[in-house]
Nanobody, 124 residues
Framework: QVQLVESGGGSVQAGGSLRLSCAAS????????MAWFRQTPGKEREAVAV????????YYGDSVKGRFTISQDNAKNTVYLQMNSLKPEDTAMYYC?????????????????WGRGSQVTVSS
């Protein structure tokens, strides 16, 4: 099955930037979409962004539009999340997700494969 490994999280002050990476391995040619979700304790996972691997089409959650950018490097089977103008409310565990099927991009149950997560902490 697909394996996803996130990296690049950390701590930053408000207004700063971070870039997350998600490296995929095994059966990567079958991946239709890769996405980033985030979650804080006691809350459901929130969709952040998705990229459709065949054509690069992207969608974003309302809370990150204009600040975050999702991109891909097909040669490296890696997806990135560039996060700019970070706010304390962006603090969360960020998860990479992937699926072989088209579907509703913003719902967590529409993804079969998940990474273990990378913590992002934004201080005010």
């Amino acid at each position: 099955q697909v394996q996803l490994v996130e990296s690049g999280g950390g701590s930053v002050q408000a207004g700063g930037s971070l870039r997350l990476s998600c490296a995929a391995s095994k059966y990567t040619a079958n991946i239709v979409r890769m996405a980033w979700f985030r979650q804080t304790p006691g809350k459901e996972r929130e969709a952040v962004a998705v990229i459709y691997t065949s054509n690069g089409v992207t969608y974003y959650g309302d809370s990150v539009k204009g600040r975050f950018t999702i991109s891909q490097d097909n040669a490296k089977n890696t997806v990135y999340l560039q996060m700019n103008s970070l706010k304390p409310e962006d603090t969360a565990m960020y998860y990479c997700a992937a699926d072989f099927r088209p579907g509703t991009w913003f719902t967590s149950y529409a993804y079969a494969y998940w990474g273990r997560g990378s913590q992002v902490t934004v201080s005010s």
